[in-house]
Each structure stands twice: as structure tokens, then as C-alpha cells.
């Protein structure tokens, strides 16, 4: 059983930045490709970056330049950058492997983007 969870979502100003965290725990995390997925009201869960076992690296073309992804396979974490934060980048922010355990989503952590 994989456990993951996620922190470092709060309410930021359009232009501003945040960074995610994600605590994985239960699989033997270097094997996996990571990603972080969001998911807004009414929307469906979308994946906005990844980070594969193997060092490359795919951003969803809404996130793309603004967003950096990056994992350290010594503390079982991925993490998430987001810089130039749009009202549109509100949602909760999920980490999971690609393609998702379906089993394993955590909470997951809001991301507010408003003035």
C-alpha cells in the first residue's frame, strides 16, 4: 500500500508562487514515474507535470514555463514549483505516480490563485 501525502497549498495573488510537497511512503519510490495532477470544481483530474524514474520531465502545455517538477529519490519526495500563478491554476493539487495507483490518492492540497 502507497500512502502519499501533500502539503504547501494556500491562497497566493495572481503573479505569485507557491511550492508543493509530496510525502510518498509504502513502495519503493524510485521506480516510479511521478506526477502532480489538479483537479478544479466541476473539472476532471488533469495531470499537469511529470517526473519519471528515469529523469524526464512533461509539463501540461497550461502549465508549461511556469511550472518546474522535481523529485529526490533519498527522501521518497516530489516536489512542485509554480511561479507566475494564474486565477485558472485554482484547484487541489494531487500527487500520484503516472499512471496513477488508484487506490493511493491522498488529500491533496488547495491551491487558491485571487486578488
Known amino acids: 500500500q502507497v500512502q502519499l501525502v501533500e502539503s504547501g497549498g494556500g491562497l497566493v495573488q495572481p503573479g505569485g508562487s507557491l511550492r508543493l510537497s509530496c510525502e510518498v511512503s509504502?513502495?519503493?519510490?524510485?521506480?516510479?514515474?511521478m506526477g502532480w495532477y489538479r483537479q478544479a470544481p466541476g473539472k476532471q483530474r488533469e495531470l499537469v507535470a511529470m517526473?519519471?524514474?528515469?529523469?524526464?520531465?512533461n509539463y501540461a502545455d497550461s502549465v508549461k514555463d511556469r511550472f518546474t517538477i522535481s523529485r529526490d529519490n533519498a527522501k521518497n519526495a516530489v516536489y512542485l514549483r509554480m511561479n507566475s500563478l494564474k486565477p485558472e491554476d485554482t484547484a487541489v493539487y494531487y500527487c500520484n505516480s503516472d499512471p496513477p495507483n488508484v487506490g493511493s490518492w491522498g488529500q491533496g492540497t488547495q491551491v487558491t490563485v485571487s486578488s
Open positions: 509504502g513502495g519503493i519510490f524510485r521506480i516510479y514515474d
Open positions: 517526473y519519471t524514474n528515469l529523469g524526464r520531465i
